[in-house]
């Protein structure tokens, strides 16, 4: 066993990290990060390190980013950054130098709200405490609209929110309501915020329809996030003007494939078809594979009306129980979308291929071409099982070769993550009635590695200059996939060795993503599934657009970017445009104004994905608010300082379990073991964990989930001491009227405090 080191030595170790300390200016480091660049490998000496600079960061030396992440104190009293409001009153400034978040007080803070740009003065750090910093100026102001509730007195209104962004109602002079009445939903925009003034006052923007319609909740989700829920009119008008008919002229320029077996597999609600599969077996026994995408360039020129909103835009999303298209429905359903029996305008990539699946030629090119027939991806599912129907010579054909493109795609790297989507079933009204799941099957898969082949190809055109005369890349449009994070691929390690299994968390990418592979296919079905699978997603880097290639991390491919879904993303718009300028000898664009765009897409990307979650989460809210008080099976799927969130197995929606109904017990929340620990009676509830839980509350407004825990009896697991047996609303009042709970959810009765004395 290692010897703790002498006090003299260990002030020495002290003085050594101070000065590695000194030399990182802005960057962020941790424990590991210093042993290394220390050079220091002994577990023990290890641990000390870990001691020291919580010890430096409690005195003020460092500061602590997040738990266990560290940097130094580098800054000036005053500085600028973006304020954080929140509604909880912990409002905070990200500073614009290095990043770090700074805690301002309600006080002290000009009525700032979220996103705007601030200056702000920085109060001496005391040790032990939390920096403080006071807003002195508002440089920029973010125009800011909330959504909300109205409510209409005589002579003036107020919009109710429970926006997370503020904590108090707006008050709406009664000539801005615009003929909004109480219980209308609403968009209000805020007009000013007076010194002396409690609440904001505002104007109403649009009445989205009644609180709890499905049309209008809808909408204001899309609000919530700055989405547009309906085009203008002058767009959709410049749509209308856009024929459909293809010239010969157009024709003698492309590609004429229009005599080749070419089909479409979609799902069976789609109505935008923008990707299709061609076939034919060339004379020397090869295969010709063709990849064809709507070619929506030819028809939205840049700069246009069309284009400046695709691009404002920049995705389609994919809501519930609706789409939101990017480009207006004359376009995307019709002339662009790559129906069955009529002629269309495509781009292309187009692979020879042996029978073995090795890609021996490629050409990238615009085509013109004509759907044989359009599959759901339930009927080419059947031709693949039993090897019968419509084209099954082609379908059976392109799905071996696929299998044969995925096989060999994860031996070179990349990352099998199979994850179950939710889907509803809506009535007319738009009330959820039944929950299915949507599996990716073979036909599924035979679609997506086409794509992926597609995208990979012509990302590689653009990117490999290797062998070139040209050494310097043209500005293009990547999907990157950083690497991930490796403190967070150690706990992944460490924790699936508690279960047996090992995973390589070091090495090269091929290594790591070879061996998380296979962690995730020997725990399918097992019951630490759930738990080791998320952490494994949560180790992953989130994709983006970009102009600088770094490869992508998750598909282990060097060269990768998105070209054949123009129809609902910009950057494929943008990539087409790139495609046909560089393939007719084209200049290199400017490469500042393609990452702005790329920045923007991304932003989109994940305001779209932020919305489809939160109509995801309305409309569970409001499938189980049906099935209050029942008990289903779950899953802990979430562990966190405020409670527990659980899955239910029968249906995937989630719930919280509140820490403070968890009243058996002063719970701690473990970050490192992702769990709850009892201090008393040591239980433990860790994710992954299998529980029974009843939905006790159901809060459209705020589109939240409360279950309660019980037991195998379906009784509550915090009964009282007699054993009654009680509801579980009795049992969320009386913990609510208690005041007599501590921290945790702990309720002191007498003999416990008897025993403190």
Known sequence: MAKRLTKKNFERLIAQVRE???????????????????????????????????????????????????????RNNVTTGTFVR????????????DGEQIMVAERNSMHAFNGDKVKISIAARTPGQETEAEVIEIIEKKEQTFIGKLKVDKHFGYLLTDSK???????????????????????????????????PKGEVVDILGK???????????????????????????????????????????????????????????????????????????????????????????PDSILDREAEKRATSVYLVDRVVPMLPEHLSNGICSLRPDEEKLTFSCIFEMTPCGKVVDSKIGRT????????????????????????????????????????????????????????????????????????SKDANKLIEEFMLLANRTVAQFVGDVKGEK????????????????????????????????????????????????????????????????????????????????????????????HFTSPIRRYPDMMVHRLIERYLSGGRSVNQNKLEDQCKHSSDMEQLAANAERASIKYKQVEYLNDHLGEVFDGVISGVTEWGLYVELTENKCEGLVPIRDLTDDYYDFDEKNYCLKGRRKNNRYQLGDKVKVKVARANLERKQLDFA?????????????????????????????????????????????????
């Open 211 to 301: 609180a709890g319609e499905n049309n209008a909740e809808i909408h204001a989700i899309l609000a919530e996030f700055g989405l547009p829920y309906h085009y203008p009119e002058n767009v959709d008008k410049a749509a209308l003007k856009i024929g459909a008919g293809i010239t010969p002229e157009e024709v003698a320029k492309r590609i004429d494939m229009r005599d080749v077996t070419t089909f479409t597999i979609d799902p069976k609600d789609a109505k935008d078809f923008d990707d299709a599969l061609s076939l034919r077996t060339l004379p020397n026994g090869n295969y010709e594979v063709g990849v064809h995408i709507a070619d929506v360039t030819h028809y939205v020129k």
């Open 86 to 97: 929140r509604s909880n009153g912990k409002n905070s400034v990200v500073t614009d130098d």
């Open 165 to 199: 962004y503020l904590a108090t109602d707006v008050f709406i002079p009664k000539n801005k309501l615009k003929g909004g009445v109480t219980g209308d939903k609403a968009i209000v925009r805020i007009t000013e915020w007076p010194d002396d003034s409690k609440n």
């Open 368 to 439: 013109v071409t004509k759907s044989n027939r359009r599959f759901t991806y339930e009927e080419a599912q059947n031709i693949i099982e039993t090897g019968e129907g419509d084209y099954k010579e082609e379908v059976l054909t392109l799905d071996r070769l696929a299998k044969i493109l995925r096989e060999r795609r994860f031996e070179n790297g990349s990352v099998d993550f199979d994850r179950t989507e939710v889907r509803f079933d809506i009535d007319e009204n738009g009330h959820p009635t039944g929950v299915y799941f949507k599996e």
């Open 470 to 561: 040209r050494k310097k890349a043209k500005a293009f449009v990547y999907r990157v996939h950083d690497q991930p994070d490796s403190i967070k691929l150690e706990d992944l390690s460490r924790l699936s060795r508690t279960f047996g299994y090992k995973m390589r968390w070091q090495g090269s990418a091929k290594v790591i993503n070879n061996s998380l592979n296979r962690l995730l296919k020997d725990v399918k079905g097992k019951g630490e599934e759930n738990l080791l699978s998320t952490l494994a997603l949560k180790c992953m880097a989130k994709a983006k657009y970009t102009t600088e290639n770094i490869g992508h991390y998750g598909l282990g491919f060097e060269y990768y970017t």
């Open 20 to 74: 590695y300390i000194t030399l990182q200016g802005n960057t962020i480091f941790n424990y590991k990060n210093v042993a290394q660049g220390l050079g220091v490998t002994t577990p023990v000496i290890i641990g000390d390190i870990a001691v020291i600079l919580e010890a430096l960061a409690f005195d003020g030396d460092i500061v602590e980013v997040t738990p266990g992440r560290y940097k130094s104190v580098q």
């Open 709 to 757: 825990l019980v037991d195998e009896r379906h009784h509550l697991k915090n009964e009282d001491e007699m054993g009654d047996k009680i509801t579980v609303a009795e049992a969320l009042h009386k913990g609510k009227k208690s005041n007599s709970r501590g921290k945790g959810g702990r309720i002191k009765n007498k003999k416990q405090k008897q025993k403190r004395k």
